[in-house]
């Protein structure tokens, strides 16, 4: 992905490419090729041809939410390629449309998921949940598009307390897969659609916590606000928050949290919240069968 900005669609400033495969994407991706092939359940791409095997970043939506750049690259998985002379065409009964393609391109084909960073300048990138899938392409049947090719969103709808996401599915990717004709074998009726993806609000990543309690410690920071909210997802635990002065002393602790909540304000039985404005101060959250998604003050 590259990027150039402007103040009058006149005047650009071009930073050139800031986003592609790397080589870990290299490595990790013929992993998640291996894994996806030998998979009966998910739908097998045309051709595998390991000396083809690559990564490689098709597009990238990016928006900003809540004072940070998040981005969604559809990662594509390279799997097979053969030349217009293969053998195999020959023993295909190909429509004649179809096979002007193959003679003249050759084919290939490969599989999509849609990954997630983020970034607060649009230039330097992070990979987020160890490059695994955000999006994944879903098994056939049950009326999934997604099988095979995607096309990632670019920027969520919201709707209440979710995230709407709309992204392209396809159940092909190559040509032999994409004919239009019932009489012959690359007939693909209704092969792509438009898909959707719904999320929580502020729920790319969380915070987690099994049975064994744990600890969060962030960072110093000046308190902004008289109420503190949780979006937060406790099943069989808790949850607590205390605020600490700069040397450790506690300020406020709240009652402790139960159940799911995507805006749930905090409250108090030491200390008061408003009477802590404008302090520089840790927030210590104590968590135990959660996953935490978010917090700010307001």
């Not at 290939?108 to 999006?135: A, M």
């Not at 969520?156 to 074998?185: H, M, V």
Request: aromatic share 12%; charged share 20%.
């Amino acid at each position: 992905m590259a990027i150039a900005t402007s103040r009058d669609f006149n005047n650009w400033q071009d930073y050139g490419v800031v986003f592609h495969a790397d080589a870990e994407d290299q490595e990790t991706g013929r992993r998640v090729i291996g894994t996806r092939l030998t998979n009966p359940n998910l739908r097998q791409t045309e051709y595998n041809t390991p000396e083809h095997y690559s990564i490689q970043i098709y597009n990238m939506g990016a928006f900003l939410y809540e004072g940070i750049f998040i981005g969604m690259p559809t990662v594509f998985h390279h799997t097979g390629k053969v030349p217009t002379d293969w053998h195999g065409f020959d023993k295909m009964n190909l429509s004649p449309y179809i096979l002007g393609l193959v003679q003249a391109h050759g084919d290939y084909t490969g599989f999509h998921h849609v990954q997630l960073v983020c970034s607060r300048d649009l230039r330097n990138w992070i990979r987020l949940g160890e490059r695994k899938p955000f999006i994944d392409t879903s098994p056939p049947g049950g009326g999934a598009y997604d099988t095979q090719t995607m096309r990632g969103p670019s920027s969520p709808l919201e709707r209440g307390n979710e995230l709407w996401f709309y992204y392209t599915g396809c159940k092909q990717y190559a040509f032999i897969s994409s004919g239009n004709d019932p009489s012959y074998e690359d007939y693909m009726p209704d092969a792509g659609a438009v898909c959707l993806a719904v999320l929580r609000r502020d729920g790319f990543m969380s915070l987690d916590a099994d049975r064994q309690e744990g600890t969060s410690l962030t960072q110093p920071f000046k308190i902004n606000g008289k109420e503190l909210f949780l979006n937060l997802d406790v099943e069989g635990g808790e949850l607590s928050v205390e605020i600490l002065s700069l040397n450790g002393a506690p300020l406020a602790t709240s009652t402790n949290i139960r159940g799911n909540h995507t805006a749930i304000q905090i409250q108090w039985k030491e200390g008061k919240l408003a009477e802590l404005l404008g302090q520089k101060v840790y927030l210590r959250i104590n968590l135990r069968q959660t996953q935490l998604y978010s917090y700010w003050f307001d």
